[in-house]
């Protein structure tokens, strides 16, 4: 059995408790030393009253914190609303994270469920499941070719090249739940 840490990006409405660099850091490296087996930041882009808290920090950002807090412990996304996403900048973003942690990094990723989300990025929660397939097929490629051009539903972009890549493609984790919301 192995057990992994959730470091707090968010904040509860009403709480003096503040995520800060400093926090994260310690909290992260806190985990590492007590041989905690990952690290992991939930994502949310919008608050979600009296479900989530009232204060989100992006995720891929405290990961980054962590990241260099930290020096063999694994950590990722539990997990990153993907549709609400642009494939071509999330492939940067992972790849530099996955870089910038040595090769630590690992993608939880669902489909989302908070319509506010979607509604604000201009996006239809009827579409988040194809367009989640479409950007994890985007990228891996992006991610394990050099001038890729994709012809999707929902993106396209011709002779693209992101550097670095990773060496190894992460581990990527798929959630989901057994019925769709609202």
């Not at 020096?71 to 999330?90: A, Y």
């Not at 996006?123 to 012809?151: W, Y």
Request: glycine share 10%; proline share 7%; hydrophobic share 40%.
């Amino acid at each position: 059995m192995k057990f992994g840490f959730t470091l707090p990006s968010y904040t509860w409405p009403g709480l003096d408790y503040k995520m800060t660099y400093r926090v994260t850091k310690d909290m992260a490296r806190r985990a590492e030393a007590l041989g905690y087996d990952s690290l992991s930041v939930w994502d949310h882009l919008l608050t979600a009253p009296g479900l989530y808290g009232g204060s989100w920090l992006d995720p891929l950002m405290v990961l980054a914190c962590a990241a260099g807090a930290t020096e063999k412990i694994p950590l990722g996304t539990n997990i990153l609303v993907v549709p609400i996403r642009h494939p071509v900048l999330l492939a940067k973003e992972l790849a530099t994270l996955d870089y910038m942690s040595g090769g630590r990094f690992f993608f939880g990723v669902g489909p989302g469920w908070n319509e506010p989300e979607f509604t604000s990025m201009g996006i239809s929660m009827r579409e988040r499941g194809r367009r989640t397939d479409e950007i994890l097929d985007a990228v891996k490629l992006l991610l394990s070719e050099e001038n890729v051009s994709f012809n999707g539903e929902y993106y396209q972009f011709e002779n693209v090249t992101i550097e670095p890549r990773p060496e190894n493609y992460f581990p990527v984790w798929i959630a989901g739940g057994s019925r769709m919301p609202g």
